[in-house]
C-alpha cells in the first residue's frame, strides 16, 4: 500500500469519522487515496486551513474527541499556526497531517516549502516529519496518543510527498499505549491526598476553582460528589464552564477579569482554595503578589509543571482529577458552609443590582448583549452548545449563557483568537451533531473568518450564528475608554450587510435593531432548517462589568 | 533570590529536533544559555544534556519542569556547581618555533596540567581540561609566545550524590514496561558491563 492509503487507514483505525482539511500539491496523494475512503472518512472542506484548524479545536471540544486537519505544505501549513498555538493553550487534542516538499528537496527553497516542523516546534505538543513511508503507522499511532493522553494537545505529522506515494508492505496498525520518554500522568501519591483532606476538613472558609482539567478529564461526576459531600462554593474559568451546572446551588459563578464579584473578592478571603485543573492563569488571578496570600492551596493537576508555576502551593496534588478526585472525596467530611456561602450570594446580590438587572432587562432603548443571551437561555433552556468569539460578546456569553451539561461552551480561552468561532461552531456541530449549535460573534470576529460561511453553504451543517454588533471593536474600545482617555484608536469598525452576505451563501438570515423583534427573531433561528445568521445591533458603547483591571488584585474587581 | 549557576541535566531520546525543542524553552524567556553539551549516555538510545544557566533556584526549577515535560525527555535533575563534578577543555595552538626557543615547555606543561596533543614544525596544540579559571591559566601563559588559536569546550558535568539515572529508567521500566526493550537488555547485565 502506499503512504497515503497508510495515513487514512490509521485514522480509520483511531477512530476517526470527520476530518477539516484543504487540498494542495503537496497533499495530494492523501486527497487521492481518500478518494476511495469517502464512506469511512466524511472530509469537511473549509475554505481556509484557519478554519479548518479552529473546525477541528470545535469538533474536539464539543465531542472529547482528536480533532484532525489535512493541509499542504507552506502556505498551508502556516495557516495553521494560530489554530495550533490556540489548540496547546486551551490543551485541545488535535492531530495535524501537513504534506511536505519530496524528502530531496528538502531545505532548497523549493516550491511551497515551509520548515513547519520548526514552525511548529513551540505550539505543538509534539510534531515529528515523516519522510518514508514506513514511518507512517507509527508516527500517527504516536501523534494520536500524544495528542489525547495526559495533558492533551495539538500535534503535528508533516509528511513528504514520496512518504505519500511510497508503496510500502504496512504491517497491521498497532495503536501506541506506551512511549519510554513519556509519563502522560504522574503518580498519585497517598500522602498528598490526605494531606489535601486534612486540609480541606479544617478550613472554615474553603472554596473551590475549577478549569477545563475537569472536563478534560471527563471527571464531571467525581468533581460534583466531591463539591456536593464537601459543600464548598465552587467556581469556575471560562474553560471549566458547565462542568458542574450553571444553576448547582454550589455553583458560585465565574473567576476572573470578566468574572463574577463574589468568586474574585472572596478568593483574598477564604482561608483553603482548592486549584482543580485549572492554571493560574494571569486573568483569573489578577496581580499574583496579592492573590490569596492568606489561604493555603491546594492544586491538583495532571501536568506537573503547572504546579507551583504561578501560584505557590501547600498541597499538590499530582494526577488525573478523575483518579484524584475521588481519593480526595472519600476522606473529607460530609459538610455545609452556610453563612460562607451566604457571603457569595451576598456579593452576587450587590452585582445584580449594580450591573446584571440592567444588563439582562435593560431598561434603556437600546438591546444590550446580555438581553440577546438572557432570552437564547430561555428559548434553548441551557441545552445549546455556544461557541464563542472573543472580546465583549465573549464575557457576555460566557458570564450569561446558562450551561445544564459539560461541553457546552467553546471559546478560544488562553490565546483569545478572534476569528475562532464560526469554524469552530462548524467543527463543533459535526462533533455534537443532536445538539443545537449557537455561534455568538462580534461584529470584529465574524469579519476575519466570514469566508466559512461558504463551508456551512457546501455542507449545510446546521449553525446558528448571531451577530452581536455594535460597531466598535468593542473590548479594545472599553480598554481605552478606561485607560486610555478615551482615545478611539481604530476601533470603529464597519460591517457589510451580514444578512446579504449570508444571502450570497445561500444562509437565511436576519438582522434585528428593536426590542420587540428579538424575542421571535431568535425563535425564528432556532426553529429554522439549517443555518441561520442572525444579526443583532446592541448598545455601542457598552462595557463589561465587572473587571478586575489590569495590574490590580482581584479584590479590587470594579462593579463600576 | 540569589542567581547562580545552575547545571542542568536531560536524558532524552535521541530524536532530530528535540534539541531545538529544548533550546526554545529558554529563548522564549529570554534566559541564555552559558553552556551546552550534548552527547550520548552510558545507555544506548538515550542522549544526556548538560547546560549550564545563571538563573535563581525557582527559575530553574520551572524550567527543568518545562523540559521534562516534552515528550521526549526522560529525566531532569538540575545542580549548583557545588553538587556536580565539571570540567571543560580547552586546546590551544602556538606557534612551535617560539615554543621550543622561549618556554621551558615541560614546566609549562606541568604547571597547567597540561599535554602537547600535536607537535608539529610550525604549530604545536596543547590540551588542558579543568574549570574556568584553570584552563584561563595556560592562556594567559601562552599569549606571550603567540597563541594562534583557542577554543574551550562546554561543560560536562557528573552530579555528585546521586543514585544514578539507571535507577530512575529502571523504574519507569518496571512500572509500565516499554515495547522497545532494548535498553532492558542493556541494564539488565549492567553490572557485567561495568565491572571492572
Known amino acids: 500500500m502506499t503512504g497515503a492509503v497508510a495515513t487514512l487507514q490509521a485514522l480509520v483505525a483511531e477512530g476517526v469519522d470527520t476530518i477539516f482539511g484543504y487540498p494542495g500539491g503537496a497533499i495530494i496523494p492523501i486527497y487521492d487515496a481518500l478518494y476511495d475512503f469517502k464512506d469511512q472518512l466524511h472530509h469537511v472542506l473549509v475554505r481556509h486551513e484557519q478554519g479548518g484548524i479552529h473546525a477541528a479545536q470545535g469538533y474536539a471540544r464539543a465531542s472529547g474527541r482528536v480533532g484532525v486537519v489535512l493541509a499542504t505544505s507552506g502556505p498551508g501549513a502556516t495557516n495553521l499556526v494560530t489554530g495550533l498555538a490556540d489548540a496547546l493553550i486551551d490543551s485541545t487534542p488535535l492531530v495535524c497531517i501537513t504534506g511536505q516538499v519530496f524528502a530531496h528537496l528538502l531545505g532548497t527553497d523549493a516550491f511551497q516549502e515551509t520548515d513547519i516542523i520548526n514552525i511548529t516546534t513551540p505550539i505543538t505538543k509534539w510534531n515529528y516529519q515523516v519522510t518514508k513511508a514506513e514511518e507512517i503507522p507509527e508516527a500517527l499511532a504516536k501523534a494520536f496518543y500524544i495528542a489525547r493522553s495526559g495533558r492533551p494537545g495539538p500535534v503535528l505529522i508533516d509528511i513528504t510527498k514520496n512518504a505519500q506515494q511510497q508503496a510500502f508492505d504496512a504491517p497491521d496498525y498497532r495503536p501506541c499505549t506506551h512511549i519510554r520518554s513519556y509519563r502522560p500522568a504522574p503518580v498519585v501519591r497517598p500522602e498528598y491526598i490526605e494531606q489535601a483532606a486534612a486540609l480541606i476538613n479544617s478550613a472554615k472558609r474553603p472554596f473551590i476553582l475549577w478549569g477545563q482539567g475537569v472536563v478534560l478529564g471527563a471527571a464531571e461526576r467525581e468533581f460534583r460528589a466531591f463539591v456536593e459531600k464537601s459543600g464548598i462554593p465552587a467556581a469556575w474559568t471560562i474553560l471549566g464552564v458547565g462542568a458542574l451546572a450553571t444553576d448547582h446551588p454550589l455553583n458560585v459563578g465565574m473567576l476572573g477579569m470578566h468574572g463574577n464579584y463574589g468568586p474574585n473578592v472572596l478568593t483574598n478571603e477564604c482561608d483553603v482554595l482548592i486549584a482543580i485543573g485549572m492554571r493560574f492563569d494571569d486573568r483569573v488571578t489578577g496581580r499574583l503578589d496579592k492573590y490569596a496570600r492568606q489561604a493555603q492551596i491546594i492544586h491538583l493537576d495532571i501536568d506537573p509543571t503547572e504546579i507551583d508555576k504561578n501560584v505557590q502551593t501547600t498541597v499538590p496534588v499530582w494526577g488525573d482529577c478523575k483518579e484524584t478526585l475521588p481519593l480526595l472525596t472519600a476522606l473529607v467530611e460530609h459538610k455545609a458552609h452556610p453563612e460562607w456561602l451566604a457571603r457569595f450570594h451576598d456579593h452576587m446580590a450587590q452585582e445584580v443590582d449594580a450591573v446584571i438587572r440592567e444588563e439582562l432587562f435593560p431598561t434603556s432603548d437600546e438591546l444590550t448583549m446580555g438581553e440577546v443571551m438572557q432570552q437564547l437561555n430561555e428559548l434553548t433552556g441551557g441545552e445549546a452548545v455556544i461557541v464563542s468569539d472573543v472580546g465583549q460578546h465573549q464575557m457576555v456569553a460566557c458570564r450569561y449563557a446558562r450551561q445544564n451539561q459539560s461541553r457546552s461552551h467553546v471559546t478560544s480561552g488562553g490565546l483569545g483568537t478572534m476569528g475562532f468561532a464560526l469554524p469552530a461552531a462548524i467543527g463543533a456541530k459535526f462533533g455534537a451533531p443532536h445538539r443545537p449549535v449557537v455561534a455568538v460573534i462580534g461584529d470584529g470576529g465574524i469579519q476575519m473568518t466570514i469566508q466559512e460561511l461558504g463551508t456551512i453553504m457546501q455542507t449545510g451543517v446546521d449553525v446558528k450564528i448571531i451577530i452581536l454588533n455594535n460597531q466598535f471593536l468593542g473590548m479594545v474600545r472599553q480598554w481605552q475608554e478606561l485607560f486610555h482617555q478615551r482615545r478611539y484608536s481604530f476601533v470603529d469598525i464597519q460591517s457589510p450587510d451580514y444578512v446579504a452576505v449570508a444571502a450570497g451563501y445561500r444562509i437565511a438570515g436576519q438582522r434585528v435593531d428593536a426590542r420587540p423583534d428579538l424575542r421571535p427573531a431568535l425563535a425564528r433561528m432556532l426553529a429554522h432548517p439549517g443555518s441561520f445568521l442572525l444579526e443583532v445591533m446592541v448598545t455601542k458603547e457598552n462595557n463589561i462589568f465587572p473587571m478586575v483591571p489590569q495590574g490590580c488584585s482581584v479584590a479590587e474587581i470594579r462593579l463600576r | ?196
Open chain 2, 1 to 196: 533570590m540569589d542567581r547562580q549557576e545552575y547545571n542542568i541535566t536531560a536524558y532524552t531520546e535521541n530524536q532530530v529536533g528535540l534539541l531545538n525543542r529544548i533550546a526554545i524553552i529558554f529563548s522564549r524567556r529570554k534566559i541564555n544559555i552559558e553552556s551546552l553539551n550534548v552527547s550520548p549516555s552510558e545507555i544506548e538510545g538515550i542522549h544526556r544534556f548538560n547546560i549550564v544557566i545563571v538563573e535563581t533556584e525557582e527559575v530553574v526549577h520551572k524550567l527543568a519542569k518545562q523540559i521534562e515535560k516534552q515528550v521526549e525527555v526522560l529525566k531532569v535533575y538540575f545542580n549548583t556547581n557545588q553538587d556536580v563534578i565539571w570540567q571543560e577543555m580547552a586546546l590551544y595552538k602556538v606557534p612551535t618555533d617560539i615554543i621550543a626557543e622561549k618556554v621551558l615547555v615541560e614546566r609549562l606543561l606541568r604547571e597547567n596540567g597540561a599535554r602537547a596533543v600535536v607537535i608539529r614544525k610550525d604549530y604545536t596544540v596543547f590540551e588542558t581540561t579543568g574549570h574556568r579559571e584553570e584552563t584561563d591559566n595556560l592562556i594567559k601563559a601562552l599569549q606571550p609566545y603567540g597563541l594562534i588559536e583557542f577554543v574551550r569546550s562546554a561543560r560536562i558535568a557528573i552530579i555528585k550524590a546521586s543514585d544514578g539515572f539507571h535507577l530512575k529508567l529502571q523504574e519507569f521500566e518496571q512500572r509500565e514496561p516499554s515495547e522497545e526493550v532494548a535498553e532492558n537488555e542493556f541494564l539488565n547485565d549492567r553490572d557485567a558491563v561495568f565491572t571492572m
